[in-house]
């Protein structure tokens, strides 16, 4: 007697290995595109954090511009606001051109260093490695701030005794002041490239000033 075989079904295990590719080929597709994902979420994170520590040194650059100008006005408010209504600036933003401009200063980083007799920025060292206000950043930070709407103030100061100054007529005056931070980008041999700009306003009171 000839022993008893059972068929091969071949079909059956071909359709096996067929679902077995299918699965791996889904697997790998699914761990791609998880891959791709958490690739594209770092690469967001890592642009905002950029752009957010780029705002904050051009806002850092408006707040320095803002408090330099403050520390040169307070040495002599008066010839400052006269200088500033004798010779009015040409070059403030809106102004540029106009024949009468109304009262305007403008104060770029050189002015202020000169008024201040300090460096408000040092920039990168590439030769000799020592660091900047950046760090090893090859960036700059500039600033720029204009002064106008020159007026007298309306209302009294807190704590100001105006009987206290006596025979001498005094008043406090108020000007806008209106700061940009920059922050550029400085590769060597390639032009300047701003990354950021940042605009503060305020108004600031000086005082108290001879009334003219």
């Not at 071909?14 to 077995?20: C, F, I």
């Not at 009262?103 to 260093?113: K, N, S």
Request: aromatic share 6%; with cysteine.
């Amino acid at each position: 007697m000839k022993a008893f075989r059972a068929p091969v079904r071949r079909g059956h295990k071909s359709a096996e290995r067929g679902v077995a590719v299918f699965v791996v080929v889904l697997v790998i597709v699914m761990l791609g595109g998880v891959g791709l994902f958490a690739a594209q979420s770092s690469l967001l994170a890592t642009s905002t954090s950029g752009a957010k520590r780029k705002a904050a040194l051009s806002e850092t650059a408006a707040g320095s511009a803002m408090s330099a100008v403050m520390v040169v006005l307070a040495r002599s408010p008066e010839a400052h606001l006269d200088f500033m209504t004798a010779f009015p600036s040409t070059d403030c933003l809106g102004f540029a051109g106009a024949l009468f401009p109304p009262p305007c200063a403008r104060f770029g980083r050189t002015a202020l260093e000169h008024e201040l007799g300090i460096s408000l920025f040092s920039p990168y060292d590439p030769f000799t490695g020592a660091h900047g206000s950046l760090g090893r950043a090859l960036a700059e930070t500039d600033l720029l701030l204009e002064l106008t709407d020159r007026r007298a103030l309306a209302r009294s100061i807190a704590g100001f005794d105006a009987s206290a100054a006596g025979p001498v007529d005094v008043r406090f005056e108020t000007v806008s002041a209106h700061a940009e931070g920059l922050l550029r980008l400085t590769p060597p041999g390639a032009p300047k490239q701003t990354l950021a700009v940042t605009t503060i306003r305020a108004e600031l009171i000086l005082g108290p000033v001879a009334a003219h």
